[in-house]
């Protein structure tokens, strides 16, 4: 049983450290974690900048439209962003903070442990 309320998934391919990506519900994100927290990262207990090991963050959605005529079709992508930080809070939509507040919160503890021998 977990935790969380959303559904938070992380690419396959991502890496443990560095550039990662997913997808949390019917959104997608992607996230620069550091090995160790840095002073300019996002603060996981209030969202503000401070010590954290995220300093990239961007939650966002693309909607896809084809234009255009059967025979010359064209496709038209729009991304809608409804949280980006780099180092510093650029959007943070109040109404997707607890989502990004637990997407934070899983990032965190997941690139926080330590495998001891």
């Not at 209030?46 to 954290?52: E, H, I, N």
């Amino acid at each position: 049983m977990s935790n969380y309320n959303y559904d938070i998934k992380v690419d396959k391919d991502s890496s443990k450290y560095g550039y990662i990506k997913g997808k949390i519900g019917n959104f997608a994100w992607f996230a620069l974690v550091h090995r160790d927290e840095v002073e300019h990262g996002i603060n996981p207990e209030d969202l503000t900048k401070g010590l954290g090991r995220i300093t990239r963050l961007c939650l966002y959605r693309d909607q896809t439209d084809f234009l255009g005529n059967p025979y010359m079709p064209s496709l038209n992508v729009k991304r809608y962003i409804y949280a980006n930080y780099h180092r510093d809070w650029s959007v943070l939509n109040k109404n997707y903070y607890s989502m990004v507040k637990e997407l934070i919160t899983y990032l965190e503890r997941r690139y926080s442990f330590k495998l001891v021998k």
